[in-house]
């Protein structure tokens, strides 16, 4: 059974920074492409950025030059580098990897 934990969100003032984790068990992420998304309220899920077995990354136009999606397939785990975060970066985001497993979710809130 596949299970992606999210982890690594919370309040952060604007400009400010934060990593969020992506934990996976289940299923051994190095043969698939892992993504982050994000939903905001009222908002449809929206791909924030995505990493593929290779390596190779793109990004929503919005979190371009400011986010950035790392894997580490030794220890299972998916990461996103969030800098100059933004009021309108506020959402939950979401782990996925390929075939549809999805994680729980976790709040990003940036306010001052």
């Known amino acids: 059974q596949v299970q992606l934990v999210e982890s690594g969100g919370g309040l952060v003032q604007p400009g400010g920074s934060l990593r969020l984790s992506c934990a996976a068990s289940?299923?051994?992420?190095?043969?698939?492409?892992m993504s982050w998304y994000r939903q905001a309220p009222g908002n449809q899920r929206e791909l924030v950025a995505r990493i593929t077995t290779d390596g190779s990354t793109n990004y929503a136009d919005s979190v371009k030059g400011r986010f950035t999606i790392s894997r580490d397939n030794g220890k299972n785990m998916v990461f996103l580098q969030m800098n100059s975060l933004k009021p309108e970066d506020t959402a939950v985001y979401y782990c996925?990897?390929?075939?549809?497993?999805w994680g729980q979710g976790t709040q990003v809130t940036v306010s001052s």
């Open positions: 996925k990897r390929a075939g549809g497993y």
């Open positions: 289940g299923s051994v992420i190095s043969g698939y492409a």
